[in-house]
């Protein structure tokens, strides 16, 4: 078992820890001796059991108010996944009605009428302007 010397609040202290825990260790003495360096700047010199309680209560308020944001953000991740779910689940809404104005055959035949007699007059014209030409 690896024994690991850490600083907290300008003491040391050599702990064991299981092999491969000693970056998990060193970085909660991190966390601890912010904590208590903090204290030690705002209060003075402290008694060292008091420093660590101290410390170690800052840090499990910290941790406290990281949980209930966690279970927070949890719980609406949950709601989020539930509504995607019964929107993923609901049928398809129904297509949207497209309406095209469609001419009524009446007109359309009557434009045809009115070309053909269009035409015929032009026709006229035509030859009237032939004769007169000629």
Known sequence: ???VEIEIGGRSFEVACKEGEETYLQAAA???DAEASSLVSQIGRLPEARMLLMAGLMLADRTASMEERLAAAEAKLAE???E???MAAAPPP???RVEIPVIPQSVSDSLAELAARSEALAARVDDKLGETGA
């Open 1 to 3: 078992m690896p024994n």
């Open 30 to 32: 991190r966390a601890l």
């Open 80 to 82: 989020t996944e539930a």
């Open 84 to 86: 995607l779910a019964e």
């Open 94 to 96: 129904p297509p949207e």
